[in-house]
């Protein structure tokens, strides 16, 4: 291990076995310890401990706000002359029940960054709160003494590729050892741990449902690797945190164990039916991979995701977890490149292409001025005054009343096209000298490019009717663009008539 290092923080008191870091040396306890079983079986005591389970929407963060918060996050590893910064001014937000992967290159930061919300690492310059549900208030990472550090530790179930299971306890003693007892907790905390070893195979039943020997009495040394990271798993989300960390949590697995442990990962942030549940397996499987889940599996699963609401941040180059994700964080040489809410982008994306000004515009052309107007916010939720100052000339809102295109008006570089985001908007023309209204539309229907295709003033006003949030792509970024795509669009129609003389 490099002398480069900061100082490891202590050991957390309580008998949780807390992950180690990948690339050794980092590792706040190590496995195989004396006293393990001491430790083990006072783990095994119940404590009854609050939050948690049982906690309802009331433990959300405040409408809008997120419940994992990164501002300006410098890091630097060494001192003196060899002091590299590898993390440079990366801001994120992460909304409740939102699956996030971090992509990126190898040495990009990825693992640093998660590291560091997990408090896992001393923060050095910015901000990382995380939302406390059990308090209702956000914890700050920045300057927090060890033992509440620890604390918040306790609300996040880390998943890292050395998975410091206890060598002499065995699969089902190493979840219980990590499990806390609490009030509102599964009735049979032991039955819980085995249904989720079961549900990730390593249970009495195979993929088939047939009998199969269970490995809940196995120790770490008479499992497989994937085995063992499946047992790793099981610990870390036995608490049902509200935040996992985990950094390539399916990279030793085969592909039924791997979309299992997706699955639940996805199941766990929110509700779906079984239908739904069947749906999205099926989707990966056309999808070419080999993985599937067994009816049984979904049922299990279904109980076992009882409790929603968790959030996962995952470090992964798996792509049946890239298909299951809600927002993409793209890092590149320690700063966050690109942030995008995948329905966001496929919402913009339908837009444009629905429209009949696109129609000229290459397909990646047209991708490209959608993710130039991505404000990082689903759909369903309305954008903030700090969301739109951030990444401003993207969304613009308007109140009931207010007009965003008026008839007559001129068109000029500066004019826009716009899709609606959320709200009503209605179209109104004269007509005899007073305006008469023609349509109302909604999420999803765009306004407005017409006059700047043609060159010709507004055909129509159109107003808000509710509060509107609209995207917009200026005149002379659409023209950009069709001006790249033209040279194709127009061989291709070439093409197209040779063909068809
Ligand atoms: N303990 C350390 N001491 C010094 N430099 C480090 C240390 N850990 C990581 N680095 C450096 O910090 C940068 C970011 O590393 P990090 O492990 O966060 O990247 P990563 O994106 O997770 O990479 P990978 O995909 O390979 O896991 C790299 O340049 C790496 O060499």
Do not use: C
Request: aromatic share 6%; charged share 25%; net charge neutral.
């Amino acid at each position: 291990m490099s002398s480069s290092e900061e100082p490891i923080p202590p050991a957390p008191e309580e008998p949780t076995p807390t992950p180690s870091l990948k690339g050794g040396g980092q590792d706040l306890r190590s496995s195989g310890a004396s006293g393990e079983l001491e430790e083990a079986s006072r783990a095994f005591t119940p404590s009854l401990q609050g939050g948690g389970w049982g906690v309802g929407p009331s433990h959300l963060p405040p409408p809008g706000q997120p419940v994992l918060r990164i501002r300006g996050v410098n890091h630097y590893f060494g001192t003196g002359d060899t002091r590299t910064q590898v993390l440079f001014g990366n801001t994120l937000e992460v909304m409740p029940g939102e699956l996030v992967i971090m992509s990126g290159p190898s040495g990009s930061g990825k693992t640093t960054i998660l590291t560091l919300i997990g408090g896992l690492r001393t923060l050095q310059e910015g901000e990382i709160e995380v939302w406390d549900a059990d308090r209702g208030d956000y914890r700050t990472l920045r300057g927090t003494p060890e033992p509440e550090l620890v604390t918040v530790r306790r609300l996040i179930g880390f998943i890292f590729q050395r998975h410091n299971l206890f060598d002499s306890l065995t699969a089902v003693q190493n979840i219980r050892m990590a499990q806390r007892l609490k009030e509102n907790g599964p009735a049979d905390p032991d039955r819980d741990a085995r249904d989720l070893l079961t549900y990730l195979l390593l249970g009495e039943r195979d993929l088939s449902g047939n009998p199969q020997k269970s490995r809940f009495d196995y120790k770490p040394a008479a499992l497989s690797g994937g085995q063992r990271q499946r047992v790793a798993i099981a610990r870390a989300l036995i608490n049902r945190p509200k935040l996992v960390l985990a950094d390539e949590p399916t990279a030793a697995l085969d592909a039924n164990s791997g979309l299992a442990v997706v699955t639940l990962l996805q199941e766990l942030a929110r509700e779906r039916s079984a239908a739904e549940l069947r749906a999205l397996v099926r989707a990966a499987e056309e999808a070419g991979e080999n993985g599937r889940l067994a009816e049984w599996q979904v049922v299990l699963l279904k109980r076992i995701a009882n409790e929603h609401g968790t959030t996962s941040l995952i470090v992964t180059h798996d792509a049946r977890i890239m298909n299951l994700a809600d927002r993409i964080v793209h890092m590149e040489r320690g700063r966050i490149e690109s942030n995008v809410v995948v329905a966001e982008r496929l919402f913009v994306r339908e837009g444009l292409r629905q429209s009949p000004a696109f129609a000229a515009i290459l397909p990646e052309e047209q991708e490209k001025i959608a993710d130039a107007v991505l404000i990082g916010v689903h759909p369903n939720e309305a954008v903030r005054p700090d969301q739109l100052a951030a990444r401003p000339g993207r969304v613009e809102v308007y109140e009931p009343g207010q007009v965003i295109v008026r008839e007559g008006d001129p068109v000029n570089e500066l004019s826009k096209f716009y899709l609606i985001r959320r709200g009503t908007v209605e179209v109104l023309r004269a007509a005899n000298g007073a305006p008469q209204k023609l349509t109302e539309m909604g999420p999803g229907r765009y306004f407005g490019e017409v006059a700047f295709l043609l060159n010709q003033p507004r055909n129509a006003t159109v107003r808000a009717l509710t509060r509107a949030e609209v995207y917009t792509v200026d005149r002379a970024t659409f023209d950009k663009f069709r001006s790249v795509s033209l040279p194709f669009v127009e061989r291709m129609l070439a093409n197209f008539r040779a063909g068809e003389g």
